[in-house]
């Protein structure tokens, strides 16, 4: 099925540690985006790439790199993961090169990565 | 800026009864608005969305109510089935920064 697709689904981390998560949409999206969700909050952008080639930041950015490998794949990296990083992390794609996923049509969602960091 | 708020963290609702969710929020200048549902371990999927020169739209089941006048929207469901059952999140676009903010979510609990 076409869709979002993220790796891993879950992961535990010890403080320090690095780790890459990985994105691919097979929807021929221009637009990724990368989402933390906390307990009993909304989601929140850390990143997203309007286009092949472009990334910018969105609300949580710091501690966060990404890469946007080729207009299929967005990864998202954490250099020195922290316990205040364990969240849900969902990656999301839309067909509208605008940022942010102005017009929802094809706005698309993985189903997630829980990361632990202890 | 932008802040989203939710009404209620939880609503229970009798199986067949209507759901009415709602939201609020804060720029006058927002003006896109959607209403997302996640269930238990995925990802949230689109429901359905509104602009701000419309204030009711429909959908299967669903109708979004948008009142600018004081910053409300509200997501009803017809006829509430056991499916129905997840938290659901309502975001608004903001286009002077270009970011879709989030609210917290109600979760909507179906009684037999």
């Known amino acids: 099925n076409a869709g979002v697709t993220q790796t891993p689904k879950f992961q535990v981390l010890k403080t320090g540690q690095s780790m890459t998560l990985q994105c691919a949409q097979d929807?021929?999206?221009?637009?990724m985006y990368w989402y933390r969700q906390d307990p009993g909050m909304g989601l929140r952008l850390i990143y997203y790439s309007a286009s092949e080639g472009t990334t910018d930041k969105g609300e949580v950015p710091n501690g966060y790199n990404v890469s946007r490998l080729n207009k299929r794949e967005f990864s998202l990296r954490l250099e020195s993961a922290a316990p205040s990083q364990t969240s849900v992390y969902f990656c999301a794609s839309s067909e509208e090169a605008g940022t942010g996923g102005f017009y929802n049509y094809g706005y698309t969602f993985g189903s997630g990565t829980r990361l632990t960091v202890v | 800026g932008e802040s989203v708020g939710l009404h209620l963290p939880t609503l229970s609702v009798q199986e067949g009864d209507n759901s009415i969710i709602n939201c609020a929020y804060s720029?006058?200048?927002?003006?896109?608005f959607i209403w997302y549902k996640q269930e238990s371990g995925k990802g949230p999927q689109f429901i359905i969305d509104?602009?701000?020169n419309m204030d009711k739209r429909q959908g299967q089941r669903v109708t979004v109510l948008l009142n600018k006048t004081v910053k409300h929207l509200s997501l009803q469901i017809a006829a509430t089935q056991p499916g129905d059952s997840a938290v659901y999140f309502c975001a608004v676009f903001l286009r002077s920064n270009y970011q879709l903010i989030w609210g917290a979510g109600t979760k909507l609990i179906i009684k037999p």
């Open positions: 929807m021929n999206h221009n637009s």
């Open positions: 720029n006058s200048a927002s003006d896109y």
């Open positions: 509104i602009r701000s």
